[in-house]
């Protein structure tokens, strides 16, 4: 598979976007894949996960997300 190329490692996070379905079917049944949607992604699953893979929509997604700032009178 292609994670095996990029990965030995026994734990594999795979987060991707919530409108991936193809990917989502593909990963899903993988032995050592944990597969997420970039919404539901949490501290647990990052630290229990040996590796990290995020496709480039949920990565854009999740940078976005994080960006938002608000503004705050004194």
């Known amino acids: ?9 026994r734990n ?3 987060v991707l976007d ?6 989502y079917m593909s990963l899903r049944n993988l032995q050592n ?3 997420i949607p ?3 992604l949490n501290a647990y699953d990052v630290l229990h996960a040996e590796d990290l893979v995020f496709t480039a ?3 854009t997604s999740f940078v976005g997300s994080s960006v938002k700032s ?4 004194a």
Not at 18 to 23: C, L
Not at 70 to 73: G, M, R, Y
């Open 38 to 40: 970039v919404d539901q």
């Open 1 to 9: 598979s292609f994670l095996s190329q990029i990965s030995t490692a």
């Open 12 to 14: 594999i996070l795979v």
């Open 18 to 23: 919530r409108s991936d379905e193809v990917s």
């Open 57 to 59: 929509a949920a990565l």
């Open 70 to 73: 608000e503004e705050v009178s």
């Open 33 to 35: 894949v944990h597969v």
